[in-house]
């Protein structure tokens, strides 16, 4: 068996090849397919199935693609609404790629067409099956229940689904079977995935809260509880990933751009660069969502998908790079870019500031604004003193709990969000903001004073 697990960590998602003889099959594929193609090359197989265990809503996917270079068949759980052709597979159905034996089971929970696949070498009875479940069970967590409302299910109908799926599908399995999924850590899709890619269903029934012994009632109640803010790019990508999107090869490059092209962009110009580099000088009115971060994530979830983009860059690969990662979440509108050291208009500065600096002035400053902008649960989990939650992904529309003429610090966890954060405040009016370097972890480990809360503080 030729077996190997794609990670792409921006989007902490995982796809998967598996071959035998001269065949191979892809399950979940990301949107950019070439390393797909050069796996089967270097094994000597050819593509035969594209699987998706549902529609993804997190990423675009490249099945329609990677369908067309290779000739291989799409394959959906029965349920799923796609409008190419589709091989749809049911409870027991069963497929054969060389000597593995791929079985499908019908797990709806995440969404109603989700499917889990098991993979037997028929050819070494003593392997452990290779289970491919997709977002139904991650590696300490289970799929959300509440993405999919628009298709009219509600998060305890389809939490219901969820623990049918696991209890009668998933858990009568040996303890040795190997679970990959289809997320790890950072991915929307849960609320609480493990670092680690991989596990065995012994090791899930011993630490997975979810499948501890619980009631349907209790299980519902807690995997539809506390569940982070679906963001808006979620119903474009899995509508989209059901419709089929273009090769990358075919979306329009964009173009150089001009300093008065750039300051009169009608759209958003994202500054790519490291938080430090945009705080040192930066495009007037851009946002800064750094690439080595989850900037697909975040560009989905502040950036409506179909508004014209301009990149700001220091190097053509950060260029492609961007465009890529822009695709890869359904932002096909990347209209041109231009190098920060060929901007030749007036720039603005953002100030970064140690947590010391700032945990002096919550002392001695009685104005001043101090802005958490992680998620709800991680402040809840502790946080600094003075600060004020709003989360990054809902702070354009509450920015008018503060006061754009107050110094305004901003912290996240690392100063990732944080600097994007202060992008826009810079940009809604704010006169004093400061990214916060280092953010909670930072100030934890400098052993300032914190809190531990359930509801967010109030600004002061």
């Not at 998602?13 to 397919?33: K, L, M, T, V």
């Not at 966890?413 to 994007?420: D, E, N, P, T």
Request: aromatic residues 8%.
């Amino acid at each position: 068996m030729n077996f190997k697990q794609f990670y792409l960590g921006c989007l902490a998602h995982a796809s998967y090849y598996i071959g035998s003889g001269d065949e191979a099959a892809i399950i979940d594929p990301q949107r950019d397919i070439q390393h797909y193609l050069d796996e089967a090359e270097a094994n000597g197989q050819k593509i035969k199935y594209i699987i998706e265990t549902h529609s993804h809503a997190d990423f675009v996917s490249g099945h329609l693609e990677l369908a067309g270079v290779t000739g291989a068949q799409i394959i959906y759980g029965q349920r799923a609404n796609t409008e190419f052709p589709t091989l749809k597979v049911r409870d027991g159905d069963n497929l054969n790629v060389g000597h593995i034996e791929l079985t499908f089971m019908e797990t709806p929970g995440h969404t109603p067409e989700s499917i889990t696949i098991l993979a037997r070498n028929t050819e070494s009875e003593d392997e452990p099956l290779k289970m491919f479940t997709g977002d139904t069970l991650f590696i300490g967590d289970v799929g959300r229940p509440d993405l999919i409302g628009s298709k009219g299910f509600t998060a305890e109908q389809m939490g219901s689904m969820l623990y049918d799926s696991l209890h009668n599908k998933i858990m009568p399995l040996p303890d040795k079977t190997e679970v990959y999924p289809a997320h790890g850590a950072g991915s929307l899709c849960g609320k609480s995935l493990s670092k680690e890619t991989w596990s065995t269903l012994g090791e899930q029934r011993k630490f997975n809260y979810a499948l501890k012994p619980m009631t349907r009632e209790e299980f519902i109640k807690v995997v539809a509880s506390d569940q982070p803010e679906v963001p808006a790019y979620f119903p474009v990508s899995a509508s989209q990933n059901l419709k089929g999107s273009i090769a990358l090869s075919e979306l329009p490059a964009p173009k150089v751009m001009t300093t008065i092209e750039v300051l009169s962009f009608d759209g958003v110009v994202v500054d790519v660069r490291r938080s430090t580099e945009y705080g040192a000088a930066h495009v007037p009115n851009s946002v800064n969502i750094w690439l080595q971060g989850q900037f697909a994530s975040w560009a989905g979830t502040m950036i409506p998908i179909g508004t014209p983009i301009a990149i700001v860059a220091d190097t053509q690969e950060q260029v492609d790079e961007a465009f890529m990662r822009l695709a890869r979440v359904g932002h096909e509108t990347v209209k041109g870019y231009i190098f920060m050291s060929d901007f030749e208009g007036e720039t603005k500065t953002t100030e970064q500031v140690s947590v010391e600096e700032v945990a002096d002035l919550t002392e001695t400053e009685k104005f001043l604004q101090f802005v958490d902008v992680r998620r709800s649960a991680e402040y809840a989990n502790g946080h600094a003193i003075r600060t004020v939650n709003i989360p990054l992904d809902r702070l354009p529309r509450e920015i008018d709990r503060l006061d754009p003429n107050v110094p305004t610090y901003v912290i996240c966890q690392s100063g990732y969000r944080s600097s994007l954060g202060t992008s826009i405040m810079e940009n809604a009016g704010f006169s004093k903001v400061y990214n916060v370097t280092g953010g909670t972890k930072a100030w934890t480990e400098a052993d300032l004073s914190t809190e531990v809360s359930a509801s967010a503080c109030t600004a002061g």
